[in-house]
Structures are given as structure tokens and as C-alpha cells.
């Protein structure tokens, strides 16, 4: 069965610093992966998606992320974390199959530090 | 509204009742999905609806819940004789067309509590 490991259940920035939220897949075949956003009592929000053309995604937001096969990863990043980016992040891989093939991240929690 | 709309936004009942949950999703879009967000289970899909044709329920925790829609608009999702493990945020998303790479618009969810 596929899964979705995001290495870090909390990530703690300073304002204006790089953020890295990491995510490993599983999937055998060509996965198509996901990042979306939760802010507080709030529903999903769909930063950038993968889908086999090119590796690096740019997002909403400043966020982008790169696909890596050799390494099965799909980290999400941004250059200059803001305040407004403190929030619950999901990856998220869909491998086709209908329902069968959709599989979540934990989340990662994104703390921001003034 | 613009985006897609779920009422209520907080539920709290007693343990054995029924709920009904709704979601009104975008105007247009003919695909919707309902989730549930769990502190022990994280997100998990439940259905799917292509227009009011729901294909798949293998999804849904167990018989006591159902969904449907009408029109090809508004969702309803039914949890009869509520157990206090179905507390959870229920998220409802809806799309354009059908497909899980389609892009999903969420809805702020409601937040069930079963006491």
C-alpha cells in the first residue's frame, strides 16, 4: 500500500528565514502529489500540485516544491517565511484508481516566530 | 457565497442521535467530496459525488452513515446513532469536474463533538 510521510510533525521558523517541510512517498507507480494548506478552523486550501511535467512546482504564496524520484521526496519550500504562513501543511499523493489511490500526510505544523 | 459552504460550522449532540451535515459547493461544479479530520485518523476521504451519483461508498466507516445529493448541488451527510468516535471535522470540497487531480475548493468544515 502507498504512504505519505511527512518527517516532521512541527517546524518552528523565525520570520524572514527559509521553511523546508519535507515529505517522502511511497508509490510505485508515477505519483501525482499535492501540497495543501489549513489555517485555523478553516478547510484546505491547494498550494501547488505535481503531475509528471516539471519537477520543480511553483505554488501560491512563494512556495514551491521539487519532485524527486531518486529520492521519493516532494519537500515544499519558501525563501522568507511570513506570519500569515503559520498553519497545518498536507501532502498529499494521488495515484490514480479512483478513492483507493488518495493518500494523506499527517500534516506538519508550521510555526512562525516573530 | 463564492465558495463552497457547509452548515453547521459546530455540532455538539449526545451520544446515539442523528446528525445531518450539509454542504453547498460551488455553483457549477459537478463533483463533490466529503472528508473526515480526526486527531487519531488525520484526514480520510469518505464519497465522492459525480452530479447525485454516488459510485463509490466503500469509504464511509460504517452503515450508519450515508450521503446524498440533490439537483446536483447541495450534499447532506447523515451519521445515524452517533458514537463518540465520530467526533471529527467533517470537510466537504467540490470541483469542476470529477477527478482527484482536479482542483478541490474546501469548505471551512463543521466540527462535530459527541458527548
Known amino acids: 500500500a502507498q504512504s505519505v510521510t511527512q518527517l516532521d510533525s512541527h517546524v518552528s521558523v523565525s520570520e524572514g528565514t527559509p521553511v523546508l517541510l519535507r515529505c517522502n512517498y511511497s508509490?510505485?507507480?508515477?505519483?501525482?502529489l499535492f501540497w495543501y494548506v489549513q489555517h485555523p478552523n478553516k478547510g484546505l486550501q491547494l498550494l501547488l500540485k505535481?503531475?509528471?511535467?516539471?519537477?520543480l512546482v511553483k505554488g501560491i504564496n512563494g512556495f514551491e516544491a521539487e519532485f524527486k524520484k531518486s529520492e521519493t521526496s516532494f519537500h515544499l519550500t519558501k525563501p522568507s517565511a511570513h506570519m500569515s504562513d503559520a498553519a497545518e501543511y498536507f501532502c498529499v499523493d494521488y495515484s490514480g484508481g479512483g478513492a483507493d489511490g488518495l493518500t494523506f500526510g499527517k500534516g506538519t505544523h508550521l510555526i512562525i516566530q516573530p | 457565497g463564492a465558495g463552497v459552504s457547509q452548515s453547521p460550522s459546530n455540532k455538539v449532540t449526545e451520544k446515539g442521535k442523528d446528525v445531518e451535515l450539509r454542504c453547498d459547493p460551488i455553483s457549477g461544479h459537478t463533483a463533490l467530496y466529503w472528508y473526515r479530520q480526526s486527531l487519531g485518523q488525520g484526514l480520510e476521504f469518505l464519497i465522492y459525488f459525480q452530479g447525485n451519483s454516488a459510485p463509490d461508498k466503500s469509504g464511509l466507516p460504517s452503515d450508519r452513515f450515508s450521503a446524498e445529493r440533490t439537483g446536483g448541488s447541495v450534499s447532506t451527510l447523515t451519521i445515524q446513532r452517533t458514537q463518540q468516535e465520530d467526533s471529527a471535522v467533517y470537510l466537504c470540497?467540490?470541483?469542476?469536474?470529477?477527478?482527484?487531480?482536479?482542483?478541490?475548493?474546501f469548505g471551512d468544515g463543521t466540527r462535530l463533538s459527541i458527548l
Open positions: 470540497a467540490s470541483s469542476l469536474a470529477f477527478g482527484f487531480l482536479q482542483p478541490q475548493h
Open positions: 508509490s510505485s507507480y508515477s505519483p501525482s
Open positions: 505535481y503531475t509528471s511535467a516539471a519537477t
